[in-house]
């Protein structure tokens, strides 16, 4: 497929919060803008944490992540009509954005940033931060609706 025939392909970056909602709707806007475009929803069980005998049930709890994120995304863009594609991964949330972003030769990784805490404001996050660093290509982030600046 030449470059001017691919689509315009977005990552974004999901974590089932009440961030989801903004970034897919960050995600559908930038798809709009663009005559053909698809969206890879991307949410990621980090198991940078899990010890041994902890991954038994991991092919279970990614079919009821992609089931959830599934469900959000239809409540979420119903009114959309665009190409969504789906994954559901374990692994460091940053790095399996990065690859997936990689994989799918994305154009955009649109994600959300958490509202801060007082003490921390200069903080972007640590899978933002590693993302802008990392990212293969342009990164959205999109503010949490109480941020105020």
Do not use: W
Not at 23 to 29: F, W
Not at 67 to 77: D, E, G, H, V, Y
Not at 79 to 86: F, K, S
């Amino acid at each position: 497929m030449s470059q001017q025939n691919r689509p315009f392909t977005i990552v974004a970056a999901l974590d089932l919060t009440e961030m989801t909602d903004a970034v897919l709707a960050a995600a559908a806007e930038q798809a709009a803008l663009r005559q053909h475009a698809v969206i890879h929803a991307v949410c990621v069980i980090d198991d940078s944490q899990d010890v041994l005998g902890r991954k038994i049930d991991r092919d279970r709890e990614l079919e009821q992540l992609e089931n959830a994120l599934r469900n959000r995304i239809m409540a979420s863009l119903s009114d959309h009509n665009h190409c969504i594609e789906v994954h559901a991964r374990a692994g460091r949330p940053a790095e399996t954005v990065v690859a997936i972003a990689d994989a799918q030769r994305a154009d955009l990784i649109v994600l959300g940033r958490h509202s801060q805490t007082p003490v921390r404001p200069l903080f972007l996050g640590s899978v933002p931060s590693h993302l802008l660093g990392q990212a293969p290509c342009n990164v959205l982030v999109v503010q949490p609706s109480a941020y105020g600046g």
